[in-house]
């Protein structure tokens, strides 16, 4: 079983700022990418930040420059700096992550989803 589990998120007024952390937690050999997804209402998922084992890192055009992504390896967490908070950042934001988990003598590969937080920038 593998969990992911989101927090940080809330209401801001444009300008400000937010941290999300996603902590990914139950039988995880290694975590391959992580990433953070928004759904505003009435549009599609969006792919926001993605991280890979190495620190790589990649954005959302919209985002570049006003969001930082990190993640600690040890602690299979990721989080997510958002500085310049815009209305248009007004979304569920979402936690990814494609990893190796156990499942009694096996391992295997899945992609996970955490339940959303909700964000909130008003103008």
């Known amino acids: 079983q593998v969990r992911l589990v989101e927090s940080g998120g809330g209401l801001v007024q444009a300008g400000g700022s937010l941290r999300l952390s996603c902590a990914a937690s139950?039988?995880?050999?290694?975590?391959?990418?992580m990433a953070w997804y928004r759904q505003a209402p009435g549009k599609q998922r969006e792919l926001v930040a993605v991280i890979t084992n190495r620190d790589n890192t990649d954005y959302a055009d919209s985002v570049k420059g006003r969001f930082t992504i990190s993640r600690d390896n040890a602690k299979n967490t990721v989080w997510m700096q958002m500085n310049s908070l815009k209305p248009d950042d007004t979304a569920v934001y979402y936690c990814?992550?494609?990893?190796?988990?156990?499942?009694?003598?096996?391992?295997?590969?899945?992609?996970?989803w955490g339940q959303g937080t909700q964000v909130t920038v008003s103008s």
């Open positions: 990814n992550a494609y990893l190796t988990y156990s499942s009694g003598n096996f391992a295997n590969t899945g992609t996970y």
């Open positions: 139950g039988t995880i050999v290694s975590i391959n990418t």
